[in-house]
């Protein structure tokens, strides 16, 4: 956990990025292994997956600017986490 504590926007932004695109993978992955296997009859759809994905960014958020008070790895983590939220509900329909 060591490494997690770094001020830096940048590292906000990258970890704010990296948390929900491995997250999203981790999830497609559990649900395609249980439809394969046949034990999930409902399963995630797409849309769910990237808004669960997203959430995660909560969690380093809460980390950042209340336990470390660390304000520009928290602002690089809220940033990321806006936009990747706005830019799912302008494009649901068109990915979806």
Same mark, same amino acid.
């Not at 999203?24 to 759809?45: E, Q, R």
């Given at each position: 956990?060591? !490494?997690?504590?770094?001020? $830096?926007?940048?590292?906000?932004?990258?970890?704010?990025?990296?948390?929900?695109?491995?997250?999203?993978?981790?999830?497609?992955?559990? $649900?395609?292994?249980?439809?394969?296997?046949?034990?999930?009859?409902?399963?995630?759809?797409? &849309?769910?997956? @990237?808004? @669960?994905?997203?959430?995660?960014?909560?969690?380093?958020?809460?980390?950042?600017?209340?336990?470390?008070?660390? &304000?520009?790895?928290? $602002?690089? @983590?809220? @940033?990321?986490?806006?936009? !990747?939220?706005?830019?799912?509900?302008?494009?649901? !329909?068109?990915?979806?």
């Amino acid at each position: 956990m060591q !490494s997690l504590k770094k001020d $830096n926007f940048l590292f906000g932004l990258f970890l704010g990025i990296i948390s929900p695109l491995i997250l999203f993978g981790v999830i497609w992955l559990m $649900n395609w292994f249980l439809m394969l296997i046949g034990v999930a009859k409902l399963w995630f759809d797409t &849309e769910t997956q @990237v808004l @669960v994905s997203i959430f995660i960014n909560l969690i380093y958020f809460r980390y950042y600017f209340v336990t470390l008070k660390d &304000e520009k790895s928290g $602002n690089g @983590v809220l @940033v990321i986490t806006f936009a !990747s939220v706005i830019l799912f509900f302008l494009f649901k !329909s068109y990915i979806f």
